[in-house]
Nanobody
Framework: QVQLVESGGGLVQAGGSLRLSCAAS????????MGWFRRAPGKEREFVAA????????YYADSVKGRFTISRDNAKNTVYLQMNSLKPEDTAVYYC????????????????????WGKGTLVTVSS
């Protein structure tokens, strides 16, 4: 069993930055691919970024490439999402996800099958 708790959301002006954290409990963190997803008001949940078990490979949605950076610290059981140059369209609830079977490369495709989700943290970007 893995429990995920996100933090770091808040209100920021366009062009600003935020860093989200996701703290994971359980001993399977280092063997799990980790990802971030988001759901904007009135829209479907969408893939944002994912990172492999070792942290050696990262994947991003085109909409955030070059602005967001995903990283992980396996010693701290924590995954991060550094968000720079934020835009109003980045406003959403951001969710952390973990899975020991689905790879980071395919998290965006198979997100319906992801085993573990956090409850989300709200990011609001004002114009």
């Amino acid at each position: 069993q893995v429990q995920l708790v996100e933090s770091g959301g808040g209100l920021v002006q366009a062009g600003g930055s935020l860093r989200l954290s996701c703290a994971a409990s359980g001993r399977t963190f280092s063997t799990s691919a980790m990802g971030w997803f988001r759901r904007a008001p009135g829209k479907e949940r969408e893939f944002v970024a994912a990172i492999s078990r070792s942290g050696g490979s990262t994947y991003y949605a085109d909409s955030v490439k070059g602005r967001f950076t995903i990283s992980r610290d396996n010693a701290k059981n924590t995954v991060y999402l550094q968000m720079n140059s934020l835009k109003p369209e980045d406003t959403a609830v951001y969710y952390c996800a973990a899975d020991a079977i689905i790879t980071a490369q395919t998290m965006g495709l198979y997100y319906h099958d992801i085993h573990y989700w956090g409850k989300g943290t709200l990011v609001t970007v004002s114009s």
